[in-house]
């Protein structure tokens, strides 16, 4: 089968589509034919060696796809050859075949296609733990999401505006931005153009926001600090900017103000009860045409590789759905 490989930690310019024999499904594992899988920022970080997670190599990237079940392994309950389905890989699913553990496997809703199902579930189960069980977003509340024009932070956005919060959109560009505002941002923040800090405080009448969302990191996080309200929760999800930033830690007591980190892949293992209740009220939002992902681009296997830099480039709104098959 055809799959991207990384030989070797470093640029993405050293991966390479390769011919490889497919895998077999181990003890509580099925083998997946995959239709579509989507690029998300840690592929780009792991198959550089700079994410916290280092698999074993040779391996493929890809942390999402969707497509049929081929087989399934022993020990398997619920899933048959025929399944459609949606899963959460690790790694390995950009490639034409993935075998992934059955705990990983989400039936693929009716009324949703691969394209679709293959962008949906990490980024909005990201945004949902995050702004749900982390930040305890409350209705009537305000939200700063930045990177707003990202996969991820698109579906923050969404969810915000689902979850009846006032959602203010930061970006690097117009382009962006108004990307954001047809999806539905209440208002807008060019922060590479304009003071973040200021004009937050300028929206909000100079009480601040009450709770960020921030998949960036570097300048703009103590910015986004500093412009959160009384009690204010500035929730940590990644570094798309390339930098960890330093943050006085005196800003926190100032206002009571919670720095919380996001880390929704390891949260699965530790609440897998919360994690169910959160695909089931995912589901249900889109059944309902409350949120559905914004695919900006649809490429061959043969260009992810490009997707890639362009992703870490910042480059990308949206998501990018590969075609390992095409």
């Known amino acids: 089968m055809k799959s991207l490989l990384c030989t ?22 099925v083998l997946i034919d995959v239709k579509a899988a989507s690029l998300n920022f840690p592929d780009a970080l792991m198959a550089q060696g700079l994410y916290q997670v280092k698999p074993p190599l040779p391996f493929s990237p890809g942390t999402e796809i969707a497509g049929v079940i081929v087989e399934v392994g022993v020990d398997v309950r619920g899933f048959r050859a025929g399944d459609r389905v949606i899963a959460i890989t690790g790694w390995g699913g950009f490639a ?39 930040g305890r977003l409350e209705a009537g509340e305000t939200l700063l999401v930045l990177g707003a024009a990202g996969g991820v932070g698109l579906a923050a956005l969404e969810i915000g505006k689902v979850m009846g919060a006032r959602v203010f959109a930061a970006a690097s ?43 960036v ?12 309200a009384w009690g204010g929760r500035l929730l940590v999800i990644g570094f798309a900017a390339g930098d960890i930033p330093k943050v006085p830690i005196n800003l926190a007591l100032l206002k ?42 649809r490429v061959p296997l043969s260009e992810a590789a490009a997707a890639m830099k362009r992703l870490i480039h910042r480059q990308v709104m949206g998501k990018v759905v590969i075609f390992p098959e095409a």
């Open 8 to 29: 070797a930690f470093g640029p993405l310019e050293h991966l390479a589509i390769s011919e490889i024999r497919s895998p077999r499904p181990g003890p509580g594992q």
């Open 96 to 134: 034409e075949e993935c075998a992934v553990d059955a705990g990983r496997v989400t039936p693929l809703p009716g009324g949703m296609d691969f394209e679709t199902g293959a962008a949906f579930l990490f980024t909005y189960e990201t945004a949902l733990h995050a702004l749900q069980d982390r």
């Open 173 to 215: 560009s117009e382009d962006k931005l108004a990307l954001c505002r047809k999806l539905g941002a209440d208002e807008i923040i060019n922060y590479v153009s304009g003071n973040l800090r200021d004009r937050v405080k300028e929206l909000t009448g100079g009480k601040g926001v009450d709770v960020v969302f921030d998949p």
């Open 217 to 228: 990191g570097g300048p703009y996080t103590e910015s986004a600090l500093r412009a959160t």
């Open 256 to 297: 009571e103000r919670s720095i919380v980190g996001v880390y929704w892949g390891e949260s699965v293992k530790h609440d897998p009860e919360g994690h169910l209740r959160n695909v089931k009220q995912l589901m249900e939002w889109f059944a309902a045409g409350k949120v559905k992902p914004f695919v900006s681009e």
